[in-house]
């Protein structure tokens, strides 16, 4: 295959950046498109150039680190596949690829392809968690859970973090991912106890880091490579509006009495 590729360049955050474009010949329709541009920057480095820098980790469409945004979609043409599980063979010969960051303001670039998802992972902190002590793994039939439950929690947290829903999104919100991570966890016994306060930190956190707001346009089901139901959004509104109408519990002082 022959390709022309049109990749975005940036030094650092505060660096202007532009496309630069750089032509390919003998590309395998069997490589990734991690693999193409692995091919690319050794050319790049055979000639003394600077390499592009991207994301990658495991390759195998677990991790969420291959986000980039190839032709104006994030991941590429194909649907429910990251980065690094497209394959070469779905353009055809003498494409031209137009391949860049995600573009968020909560996603500032680092380098090139490179964007900080530092954002994501304080969501995560603020709430998505529980404190509760589990001990060791318990038997399986010893916390009855039922079968929908289960079932909406593992496609919950089917969500890798990749951020694709924010880069989709005409308004870089990240919805669906708080969606996601407070829904599998707000759909299981262990994590009740702090299902309220869970939603309300958690999109304190996504206010905070600067994403938008959501107003259902569907961009974000569409790029998902997990393809995460925005039915957990819906989902998430009630559970905040339910935690921030409900009355607060009084708070018993200690007075020192035995």
């Not at 022309?4 to 010949?25: I, N, S």
């Not at 390499?51 to 390759?59: G, S, T, V, Y």
Request: aromatic letters at 6%.
């Amino acid at each position: 295959m022959r390709l022309t590729l049109h990749v975005w360049r940036q030094e650092g955050p505060h660096a202007r950046g532009a496309f630069v474009r750089y032509d390919m010949a003998d590309v395998s329709p069997d490589m990734s498109f991690l693999e193409m541009l692995d091919v690319l920057n050794q050319q790049l480095l055979a000639r003394r150039a600077e390499p592009i820098a991207f994301d990658h980790d495991c390759r195998e469409g677990i991790c969420g680190a291959c986000g980039m945004v190839i032709n104006g979609r994030p991941h590429g043409p194909q649907r429910a596949t990251t980065t690094c599980q497209l394959h070469m063979r779905s353009f055809p010969d003498g494409a031209e690829l137009w391949i860049e960051p995600w573009r968020a303001r909560a996603f500032p670039v680092v380098k090139d392809l490179v964007v900080d998802r530092g954002a994501l992972d304080r969501i995560i902190q603020a709430g998505g968690f529980i404190s509760v002590r589990t001990g060791s793994a318990p038997e399986a039939n010893s916390v009855l859970v039922p079968k929908r439950a289960a079932d909406l929690a593992m496609d919950a947290a089917a969500c890798i973090g990749c951020g694709a829903c924010v880069a989709a999104c005409p308004n870089a919100s990240a919805m669906l991912f708080v969606a996601a991570k407070v829904s599998h966890l707000g759909l299981l016994p262990q994590g009740q106890p702090e299902r309220a306060s869970r939603v309300v930190n958690m999109v304190a956190q996504m206010d905070a880091d600067g994403f938008g707001a959501c107003t259902n346009h569907g961009e974000c089901m569409a790029a998902c490579p997990k393809e995460i139901s925005i039915d957990f959004i819906a989902r998430l509104n009630r559970d905040y509006v339910a935690a921030t109408l409900a009355p607060k519990p009084p708070v018993k002082e200690f007075t020192g009495a035995a």
